[in-house]
Structure formats: C-alpha cells, structure tokens
C-alpha cells in the first residue's frame, strides 16, 4: 500500500509538471479543433450568413466540385513530388553529414543545414522571388549567356512552388536520414564488403535498406508540411493556385463562406493524416522486422 | 585454400605506432592465433590481412598473390566479427546467401550452399529466422557460416567468441576448431584470451607493443616463451633475477648454479637456483629466469637442503576449484605465487602455515630481452 501511495504521490507530481502545457494544449488546439468540426457542419445562406441548421452541405460541395477535387489532387501532387525531391536530395547531404572525415568538419555542416531555419519562411520566400522574377537575378544570367532569347516565366506556376518548398523543407528530410546512418554499425559495411560487395552494391544492399525509417520520418514531415504551407505558395505561387491551403484562404477571407473553409481544413487534415498515418505503418512494420 | 605471407609490414596512425616491421608466416589450413593485449596491435593486423586497412610499409600475400593494395571486396576472404555484424534486415538465409549473391551464382547453387554451410554449423531449421530471433551464440554460428558459405581463401575471426557466456564460449570453441579441421581452411583468430588461443591454435603469435614478441605452437608459447612479455602474457608467472655463482657447485654436470636477488631462504642468504645448463645462459651476467605456479611443488616435510627448494608460509590464498592459488612468502623476503592442485591440501592451508616448496631445474626458464626493448 504504500509503494501504491509513493506511486501516486509520483504520477501526481508528474502530472502536476506536464498540466501547465496540457491546458496551453487543450485551449488553444483542441477546443479550436472541436469548434472548427461544429463549424464545419453550419449550413449558410446565400449571403454566408450561418444558419442554425446542421447538414453535410459543405462536404458535399467540396467531394462533387471538380475544382475542389481537382484541388485536393494537386496539392496532393505537389505535396508529393515536393517530398520525392526532398528525399532524394537530402540523402547525399544526410551521407556527408554523417561520413564528414571530423568534427569540426561535421559541425560546420550541420550549421549550414539549419541555418536556413534560423530566418523566417517569409523572408526566404522572398528571396525566391528575387531570384525567379522575369527580371530576376536566374533570367538575368540566362539573358546574358544568350541562353534565352526572352526571359521565363519561373514565378507564379506550381514550379516555384515546389522550388521554394524543397529549399524550406530540405533541412527536416535531411535529420532523420541523418539519425538513422548514423545508427547503421559500420561493422555491418565491412562485412558486406569482406563478403565481396563494393561500395555501390553495399550501399544499395545494406546501407539503402537500413535507412528506409529515416527516409520514411522525413517523408512524414515533408509531405506534411508540404500540404498544409500556406505561405510559400502564395507568394511564389500566386493565390490563384489550385492548392488547398490557398482555397481556405480564400474562402475565409474573401468569400467569407467560414463552414466551407472549416470542411476543407477537416479535409486537409484528414489526408494528411491518412497519408502520414499509412507511412508510420510502413515503418512500424520495417521496424519490427528488423528489432522484433 | 591459401597461406598468408606478411613481410615487413607497419603500421603507423599519426604519429602512432600501432605495428612495427611485422614478418609473419600463416600455413596452408593452419589455425593461427594472434594473442595480445587490447592495443597491441593484433586488429590493426588482422584488418590489414582484411583489407579494412593499408599497411604503412611492408607486403601482405594470401595464397601467394600480393593483395597489401586490394579492396577487401576483391580478396576472397571470410571475416566473423567480435559483434557478429549479421544483416539486421535480412533473415539467415538471406544473410548466409549474401556472399554468394553478390557472385552472382545460380540460384539452385546458392541454395544448397547456404544449406550446406548452414548444417556446418547446425542451424538449417533456422533459415527463416531474422537475426534478432537469435541468441548471441546462434548469431555467431550464423556469422560463422556466412563466412564460410563463399569458401573464401582464409577465415579471419575478430574476437568472435568474447562476446558469449563462459560455458557457451567453451562449446563454441570446439566446435570452431572442430568445424576449422573438416573444412581445412587457413584460419587467422584474433583474441586477447590466452585460454582460447592454446586451445585452439596451431600456432600462436603472441603482439606486444606492435611488435610479434613470439611465434609458436602452444606448447612452445607457454613451456618455453622467449621473454617476460610472453611469459607475463600466458598464464602466471614467478620471475626471478639471478645472478650467477661461480664458486658454488652444482649437483651435477648439465646444471648451472644461480643466487636469485631479492628471495632469501633465511634472512641474508640468498635462494639458490640449479638451472639446465643451455646457450641462452652462458653468457655469465645476471639473467631472468621464469619459474611457472603449478611448476612447484608443495609439501609439509622438509626434504632436503640446497638449490631449487624454500621453506616458506602461506601469505594468501584463494581457492578456484580445481586448483589453489597460494601466495607463499619465503622466510627470508620475496614471494613466490603457487598453483597447487585441488587434491594436494585436504582442507585450505591457513594464512602463516609453513610449506616446503621445490622444482625442478627445467621448470626454471630464462627469459630473452623484449623485441623493441633493449
């Protein structure tokens, strides 16, 4: 009984420490959430003034609309070939941050990889802008090796788009490759080559494989944030851009239809979830393969 | 199946020596040992023989073909690591046919290979399991076997046993040397347990200091090492400094006569040695002699007076089973470590009890200097 009573005395103190951000937690996300899902049954007028009636109106419009759908379906699409791109171009980062010869050598790059977060989104959206510009500094420079005869349009397309979100993005695909080379033993390498594999085949054979549950987590967090970016696309993008983000932003803040931007927040939500949550499958299953 | 030839080879990192001038001669199908402290330079070479590393200077050839600048991939060698290093994500046959995919061999001929090496080391009910499926001796037979599964030129084991259980470690010893004998394979073991390396090898290089300070076959290493460091290294060992008596007379012809420095029979007369005569010790100036515990023989009657015995007493004892390991001190100074076997005291000698010790001249053993000492 009384280890029982030191017990409770014990989780009693620990709830006491974690209550502070569970009530930070709880009224500014949860009960938001809960009245964004109510919101997102109203039924409005044709003025967006809302009724007192409830209804699936809202989802309705958006699962039948072409536009709608069409615009889940691009910014599912962009969310992945945003993801794709980050992976495979964090790789050879995540392999030299980790086979970096020494520390020091190490540290550098590990500053240069965040210190993109160090500045704010904005502000590096903004520099894309300089660059991709029809008068930008990336036109400038074809212009004068008489690349091109007139300057492209690089700003304001889905290209930019995904430009700008692989640059934001890359650093959070980079750090869970990087983790999970790390915990590959190099001993396992020296096998792989004392059993005849070169470099090449061990690391398509043995360091590939080991690293899918990095490349998986950072997958999750690209593709996540990827979806849900609502300020990169809008300045490289333009707000005309079928993304959904966007089209919430739209709907709240020049249409003024609040239930039909709480469904498509709910939409977007749930995807994502779907998405990441069918990814946690795949590495859960991976994992237990590998660590029972 | 192929012999290894080291030829001068060193070793340095930095500014570190971690082996000087290295030769070596590894037989066709010899199980060779290479025994040493932790630093001693005994991985750096085995990693060389591997590939893992690039000697300094000097030569490595396994079966005759000058392999020192090789990748590891191209030397037809089998390596078992001290952590068994098995592919986490791939289960025992894959990890036992690994070797044998990447050559690209057919896949009836993989099969049966990896079933074969499988049986070698009894585990062909288990190709399905993952690794982590596998108690660490199941793991290293499976190391073991991915190995051998290649049929490579040499075997080279990195400690592959210090990670088991005593009794386990002793199982899979013989069944090491055991499997090594069937398949006739040039194996290099690398081990810093004197124990697992006289019972298994052929022969035995014993490193110290990045230097080979003894080459050969247990029997030798341990009766006859050729200076303290081996001798310290193998099992326990009482040293004695001792000088030569030219006035004294030994008891017969083929003995030298010798005073130890620092052991006294009574106080102020110095322990007197009777050694076999040999070239090592005609040089006439002071000399190391190595006198091994289980050498000498204890007894609670005295027996006779002159060289080779001591009246002592008990100073401590611990009791190991088979044997007691008694520190006797000798009336006069100096202690002498003792390994007496099980049934020679009915019940534990008492700390102060008296004891007569002898031994024989041939269990006196000069000791040469070190290599790389002067």
Same mark, same amino acid.
């Given at each position: 009984?009384?280890?029982r ?14 209550s502070p ?6 009224l500014f996300?949860?009960?938001p ?8 049954f109203?039924d409005v007028?044709?003025?967006m003034?809302l ?7 809202q ?9 709608y ?9 962009v ?44 502000i ?5 802008i ?8 990336? *036109? ?10 007139q300057?492209?349009?690089l700003l304001? *397309?889905m290209k930019a788009?995904?430009?700008a979100?692989v =640059? ?11 983790t ?6 190099p *001993?396992l ?6 059993l005849g594999a ?5 690391f ?15 997958a999750?967090?690209?593709f996540s ?15 005309l =851009?079928?993304l ?6 739209? =709907?709240?803040? =020049?249409i ?6 709480a469904a ?16 946690g499958l ?9 660590n029972? | 199946?192929?012999g290894?030839?080291?030829?001068g080879?060193?070793k ?9 001038r ?18 001693c330079?005994k ?5 060389m ?6 000697p300094?200077?000097?030569e ?39 070797g044998l995919k990447?050559?690209?061999k057919?896949?009836?001929e993989?099969?049966?290979?990896v079933e ?5 080391v ?8 993952m690794?982590?499926q ?7 037979r499976?190391?073991?076997?991915r190995?051998?599964?290649i049929?490579?030129a040499?075997?080279?084991l990195?400690?592959p046993?210090?990670? %088991?259980?005593?009794?386990l470690?002793?199982?899979m ?5 055991n499997?090594?004998?069937?398949v006739g394979i040039t ?6 347990d ?11 290089g014993?490193l ?9 076959t ?9 200076n ?9 060992v009482?040293?004695?400094?001792a ?8 008891a017969s012809?083929g ?9 006294e029979?009574?106080?102020g007369?110095?322990?007197?040695l ?19 515990p289980?050498r ?8 006779e ?5 001591a ?7 611990s ?6 390991r008694?520190?006797?001190?000798l ?5 002498l ?5 099980d049934p ?5 000698p008492?700390?102060?009890?008296? %004891?007569h010790?002898r ?5 006196l ?8 000492r002067?």
């Amino acid at each position: 009984m009384k280890t029982r009573g030191s017990k409770w005395r014990k989780s009693g103190f620990h709830w006491l420490l974690i209550s502070p951000s569970l009530l930070f937690l709880g009224l500014f996300l949860v009960v938001p959430f809960v009245l964004l899902a109510v919101l997102s049954f109203r039924d409005v007028d044709s003025l967006m003034n809302l009724l007192p009636t409830y209804s699936f109106a809202q989802y309705k419009e958006i699962f039948t609309s072409d536009i709608y759908l069409g615009t889940i379906g691009s910014t599912l699409w962009v969310a992945l070939v945003t993801t794709a791109i980050c992976i495979v171009l964090a790789y050879p980062a995540a392999y030299l941050l980790v086979r970096s010869p020494n520390r020091k050598l190490r540290t550098f790059f590990y500053i240069l990889l965040v210190s993109p977060l160090l500045t704010s989104v904005v502000i590096r959206t903004f520099a894309w802008i300089v660059l991709l510009a029809q008068n930008g500094l990336v *036109n400038e420079f074809l212009l004068k090796l008489h690349l091109i005869d007139q300057p492209l349009s690089l700003l304001w *397309n889905m290209k930019a788009v995904i430009i700008a979100y692989v =640059q934001v993005m890359l650093p959070f695909a980079v750090m869970p490759i990087a983790t999970s080379l790390e915990d590959i033993r190099p *001993n396992l390498r020296q096998a792989s080559m004392s059993l005849g594999a070169g470099r090449i085949r061990t690391f398509a054979r043995v360091t590939l494989p080991l690293t899918v549950p990095g490349m998986i987590s950072g997958a999750a967090i690209v593709f996540s944030l990827a979806a849900g970016s609502y300020i990169t696309p809008l300045l490289v993008g333009g707000r005309l =851009q079928p993304l959904l983000p966007l089209a919430i932003y739209q =709907q709240v803040m =020049q249409i003024s239809n609040l239930p039909l931007a709480a469904a498509m927040s709910f939409t977007l939500l749930i995807l994502v979830a779907v998405v990441v949550g069918l990814l946690g499958l795949i590495m859960k299953r991976w994992e237990a393969k590998i660590n029972g | 199946m192929s012999g290894i030839r080291i030829q001068g080879v060193s070793k340095h990192f930095g500014d570190n020596v971690a082996l000087k001038r290295v030769d070596l001669e590894i037989r066709e199908g010899e199980f060779f040992s290479l025994l040493g402290p932790s630093g001693c330079g005994k991985t750096t070479l085995l990693n060389m023989i591997a590939g893992f590393l690039e000697p300094t200077a000097g030569e490595i050839a396994i079966g005759g073909r000058d392999v020192t600048w090789l990748p590891p991939y191209q030397r037809n060698i089998g390596m078992v690591f001290q952590n068994y290093a098995l592919f986490p994500h791939l289960n025992v046959f894959e990890n036992v046919a690994y070797g044998l995919k990447i050559r690209k061999k057919p896949r009836a001929e993989i099969r049966s290979r990896v079933e074969e090496s499988l049986a070698a080391v009894r585990l062909e009910s288990f190709a399905k399991r993952m690794p982590h499926q596998l108690s660490g001796g199941q793991q290293q037979r499976v190391a073991i076997a991915r190995a051998l599964a290649i049929q490579p030129a040499v075997l080279l084991l990195d400690e592959p046993l210090s990670n %088991l259980d005593a009794k386990l470690r002793k199982e899979m010893q013989t069944e090491l040397k055991n499997l090594q004998r069937r398949v006739g394979i040039t194996t290099v073991l690398v081990t810093h347990d004197q124990e697992e390396a006289l019972s298994l090898s052929d022969r035995i290089g014993i490193l110290g200091g990045g230097e080979l300070q003894q080459l050969g076959t247990p029997l030798e290493v341990y009766r006859r090492p050729a200076n303290r460091f081996a001798a310290e290294f193998i099992g326990q060992v009482n040293l004695i400094e001792a000088r030569p008596l030219s006035d004294g007379q030994p008891a017969s012809p083929g003995l030298l006569l010798f005073a130890a420095e620092g052991f006294e029979t009574e106080p102020g007369k110095p322990l007197l040695l009777e050694a076999a005569n040999e070239p090592s010790l005609k040089r006439g100036g002071p000399v190391k002699l190595m006198l091994r515990p289980e050498r000498i023989r204890v007894s609670g009657e005295p027996r006779e007076r002159g060289a080779n015995c001591a009246r002592a007493r008990v100073a401590d004892v611990s009791y190991a089973g088979n044997a007691l390991r008694i520190t006797a001190k000798l009336e006069g100074s100096g202690e002498l470590v003792i390994h007496a076997p099980d049934p020679s005291f009915p019940d534990l000698p008492e700390p102060g009890q008296p %004891l007569h010790l002898r031994w024989q001249p041939e269990d006196l053993i000069p000791l040469l200097p070190e290599a790389g000492r002067p």
